[in-house]
T-cell receptor, first 114, second 112 residues
Framework: AQSVTQLDSQVPVFEEAPVELRCNYSSSVSVYLFWYVQYPNQGLQLLLKYLSGSTLVKGINGFEAEFNKSQTSFHLRKPSVHISDTAEYFCAVSLTGGGNKLTFGTGTQLKVEL | DAMVIQNPRYQVTQFGKPVTLSCSQTLNHNVMYWYQQKSSQAPKLLFHYYDKDFNNEADTPDNFQSRRPNTSFCFLDIRSPGLGDAAMYLC???????????FGPGTRLTVT
């Protein structure tokens, strides 16, 4: 079975500073990788996804992530954060071989401060 | 513009009193999912429908049931809610299994 680890439960950062949210996964088979953002009392919004091809994936709101197969990581980065980026971020995986069950990490709360 | 709609956004029910949560979609997607997200935890898949085919997760309690009367609507029924069932319930849809899942805003369930 696959699993996702987000080591940082909270990440405080000042506005306009860069940020990296870490995600590591475990799976014996190939996976698709996703980052979702959740604002308070709202559903999940897809930021970006890796299915195949280029390991550097660009998403919405200036976020990007890099798939590293050897390190089984899919870290999320943004070069300059804004107050409006304050939210919960979830990394998720699904198996490539049929089915679409998303397995989520426990989330990272990004808090952007002035 | 709303694509996945969940009603109500907030639901309060009493311990043991059946409750139904509603999800509708305007995307004409084949797959509809229900997730449970407890406070400060990751969303957890309860079950999903591919068209009319129901797929239950192995660890979903029997207390949770679902109905999909047509392509657009899917319901989550909790037969006898316990205090531990208080959570945000998220509905999602995807065109097919290999496609992106679109999430609704969720229904926050409180059990008193």
């Amino acid at each position: 079975a696959q699993s996702v680890t987000q080591l940082d439960s909270q990440v405080p950062v000042f506005e306009e500073a860069p940020v990296e949210l870490r995600c590591n996964y475990s799976s014996s088979v190939s996976v698709y990788l996703f980052w979702y953002v959740q604002y308070p009392n709202q559903g999940l919004q897809l930021l970006l996804k890796y299915l195949s091809g280029s390991t550097l994936v660009k998403g919405i709101n200036g976020f990007e992530a890099e798939f590293n197969k050897s390190q089984t990581s899919f870290h999320l980065r943004k070069p300059s954060v804004h107050i409006s980026d304050t939210a919960e971020y979830f990394c998720a995986v699904s198996l490539t071989g049929g089915g679409n069950k998303l397995t989520f990490g426990t989330g990272t709360q990004l808090k952007v401060e002035l | 513009d709303a694509m996945v709609i969940q009603n109500p956004r907030y639901q309060v029910t009493q311990f043991g009193k059946p409750v139904t949560l509603s999800c509708s979609q305007t995307l004409n997607h084949n797959v509809m999912y229900w997730y449970q997200q407890k406070s400060s935890q990751a969303p957890k898949l309860l079950f999903h429908y591919y068209d009319k085919d129901f797929n239950n997760e192995a660890d979903t309690p029997d207390n949770f049931q679902s109905r999909r009367p047509n392509t657009s609507f899917c319901f989550l029924d909790i037969r006898s809610p316990g205090l531990g069932d208080a959570a945000m319930y998220l509905c999602a849809t995807s065109r097919d299994y290999r496609d992106e899942q679109y999430f609704g805003p969720g229904t926050r369930l409180t059990v008193t």
